[in-house]
C-alpha cells in the first residue's frame, strides 16, 4: 500500500506540471494572436521572414539569407515586337532561258514607191504582221499591210467569207506579194451547201481543201504571188495531228495553184516533235516562243515566224529588197604591185632518168655500147646500180672504222 501511495503522488504531480505548462502556452498564443487586433503587432525582419510568434520563438524558424541588392536601376520594359509571320519559302523554278525582249528597231520612213505585202489570215496572222513589220523596219522598200481577223479561218465562212472577201482586198490594196496564215481556228465541224461535215471526215477535208484552193485562184487571177506560211505546233492536247493534216491541206492548195508553202513546223517543235514553249529565236538564241495559253506567240516567236516567210518574200520582191540600206562604198586603196607569175615545177624524183637527148622524138634511135657512157642515171637505167646519196644526206649511210 506504500508504494501505491507514493506512485499515486508522483502521477499528480507530473498532471499539475502538465497543466502549469499548457495553460502558459495558451495564453502566451492568445497574447500573440490579439496583438494585431489591439494595434500593438510588433515590427517585423524585413527578409521576408514574417511575424515571429510564440511558436516560432519557442522552436526557432529558418535562418536569415543574405539580401542581394542590383547597383543599377532597373530598366524599363520594352513593348514586345509584333511578331513577323514567317512564309515557308516557296518552290520557285528557275528563271527562264528566255532572251529579254529585243530592242526597239528603228522605223525608217517608207518611199513612195515601196512594194507592198498583205498578210491576211487570223490572230496568228495578226503575229505575223507584227514580225515582219520589225524584220523590214529599216526597208524604205517595202511595206507591210495587215488585213487580219482574230476569229476567222476557212471554216465559219458565215462569220467572215475569206474567198469571197479577198478578192475586194487585193483590188483595194493592189498589193506586190499576198501572206496568209490561218487555220487555228478552223478545228470544228463545217458547214456547206451540202449540210454539216464533222471535224476530219472525208467531206470535211474535200470542202475545206476547195475553200484553200480559192485563195490561191484569187492570188493567180489577180497575178499577186502568194506565200502560205503554215502553222506551228499547239500545247493544246490532241491538236498537233489536226495541225499536221491542215498543213498538208495548205501545201496541196499552194502547189495546185503555183503559190510557195512555207513549213515553220521544226522551229517549234523538240527533236521528238513535241511542242516547245522555248526554243532559239531567229538569231539562234535561247529565248521564249508562245504564251502562256501555249497559242500565241510572243515578240520572239513572231520574228521567228517572219523570219521563215522573209526568205521567200525577198526573192518574189526582187533583188535589194532584203536590207534596204545600200551597201557602203569602200574607200580607195592605194595602188598595189600586181602578183608576179608563179614557175611551178613538176616534182622530179632523185632516180629519174635525165632527159638530155638531142635527137627528136620518133627518130630511130640504136641504142649500143657506143651511147652508153657512166653517168649515174644510165648506171641506174641499164645496170640497176643506183648512185651514191651525197654525203650528209638522209640516206648517206657509210661504215666508219
Do not use: C
Request: overall charge neutral.
Amino acid at each position: 500500500m506504500g508504494g501505491a501511495g507514493i506512485l499515486t503522488k508522483a502521477m499528480m504531480r507530473m498532471a499539475k506540471i502538465f497543466l502549469v505548462t499548457f495553460v502558459a502556452l495558451t495564453i502566451a498564443a492568445m497574447a500573440d494572436i490579439a496583438a494585431p487586433v489591439l494595434g500593438t503587432a510588433p515590427a517585423y525582419a524585413q527578409d521576408g521572414s514574417g511575424p515571429r510568434n510564440f511558436f516560432r520563438r519557442l522552436f526557432g524558424g529558418p535562418g536569415r539569407e543574405p539580401i542581394y541588392r542590383e547597383d543599377f536601376a532597373p530598366q524599363r520594359p520594352q513593348r514586345a515586337q509584333p511578331r513577323q509571320r514567317t512564309q515557308p519559302p516557296r518552290n520557285r523554278s528557275a528563271p527562264r532561258s528566255a532572251a529579254p525582249r529585243p530592242p526597239a528597231t528603228p522605223v525608217v520612213e517608207k518611199r513612195e514607191d515601196a512594194k507592198k505585202v498583205l498578210v491576211i489570215g487570223d490572230f496568228m496572222a495578226g503575229g505575223l504582221v507584227s514580225g515582219l513589220n520589225a524584220l523590214y523596219a529599216e526597208n524604205p522598200g517595202v511595206r507591210i499591210v495587215g488585213s487580219t481577223q482574230g476569229s476567222s479561218g476557212l471554216v465559219r465562212d458565215d462569220y467572215y467569207d475569206w474567198p469571197k472577201e479577198l478578192q475586194t482586198i487585193v483590188e483595194h490594196e493592189k498589193p506586190a506579194a499576198l501572206v496568209i496564215m490561218l487555220g487555228a481556228n478552223d478545228r470544228q465541224d463545217m458547214q456547206g451547201p451540202g449540210g454539216s461535215h464533222a471535224r476530219g471526215t472525208e467531206g470535211w477535208t474535200r470542202a475545206y481543201e476547195q475553200r484553200a484552193e480559192r485563195i490561191g485562184q484569187i492570188a493567180r487571177t489577180t497575178n499577186v504571188p502568194l506565200v502560205w506560211v503554215g502553222l506551228p505546233s499547239f500545247r493544246i492536247s490532241g491538236a498537233n495531228p489536226d495541225i499536221l493534216a491542215l498543213n498538208d491541206l495548205y501545201r496541196d492548195a499552194a502547189a495546185e495553184t503555183g503559190a510557195e508553202f512555207v513549213d515553220i513546223w521544226e522551229g517549234f517543235v523538240d527533236e521528238n516533235g513535241s511542242f516547245v514553249m522555248e526554243g532559239p529565236d531567229m538569231n539562234g538564241q535561247p529565248a521564249r516562243l508562245r504564251g502562256a495559253d501555249g497559242i500565241n506567240l510572243t515578240e520572239a516567236g513572231k520574228r521567228k515566224v517572219a523570219f521563215y516567210a522573209k526568205a521567200p518574200l525577198d526573192r518574189l520582191l526582187g533583188n535589194g529588197v532584203g536590207t534596204g540600206v545600200s551597201a557602203p562604198v569602200a574607200a580607195a586603196q592605194p595602188a598595189r604591185p600586181q602578183n608576179r607569175a608563179i614557175e611551178r615545177l613538176a616534182p622530179v624524183s632523185l632516180y629519174d632518168p635525165a632527159f638530155e637527148a638531142k635527137e627528136l622524138m620518133g627518130e630511130t634511135v640504136t641504142i649500143g655500147p657506143e651511147i652508153r657512157g657512166e653517168s649515174a642515171t644510165e648506171k641506174f637505167l641499164f645496170d640497176g646500180i643506183a648512185a651514191d646519196a651525197p654525203e650528209g644526206r638522209a640516206d648517206h649511210f657509210q661504215r666508219r672504222g
